[in-house]
Nanobody, 123 residues
Framework: QVQLVESGGGLVQPGGSLRLSCATS????????IGWFRQAPGKEREGVLC????????VYVDSVKGRFTISRDNAKDTVYLQMNSLKPEDTAVYYC????????????????WGQGTQVTVSS
């Protein structure tokens, strides 16, 4: 049974940092890419970053470039999203999702999703 479980969200002040984790099980992470998506209140879910099987990061949102970093530890079946210099506009529910082969920013390309973790950036 494919499972993805996000953790690490919370309330942080502007300029702060958080590291989200996506713990996976039920499949061999070596053969999958993992995407991080987010959905802000009243907005559509959007693809933020994706990490390929070769650990290449794909960034889909310009505003997070230089601030967010994605990484993976296949031995721990976990993918991470390091978020630095957080801004109020980063407030959203963050989801990780898995698919085989290639990275994508499209929600419909991912069949397996976690339940999401709330990130709130506020003073």
């Amino acid at each position: 049974q494919v499972q993805l479980v996000e953790s690490g969200g919370g309330l942080v002040q502007p300029g702060g940092s958080l590291r989200l984790s996506c713990a996976t099980s039920g499949f061999d992470l070596d053969y999958y890419v993992i995407g991080w998506f987010r959905q802000a209140p009243g907005k559509e879910r959007e693809g933020v970053l994706c990490i390929s099987r070769s650990h290449t990061a794909n960034v889909y949102v310009d505003s997070v470039k230089g601030r967010f970093t994605i990484s993976r530890d296949n031995a721990k079946d976990t993918v991470y999203l390091q978020m630095n210099s957080l801004k109020p506009e980063d407030t959203a529910v963050y989801y990780c999702a898995a698919r085989e082969r290639y990275c994508s920013a499209r929600i419909t390309d991912f069949a397996s999703w976690g339940q999401g973790t709330q990130v709130t950036v506020s003073s």
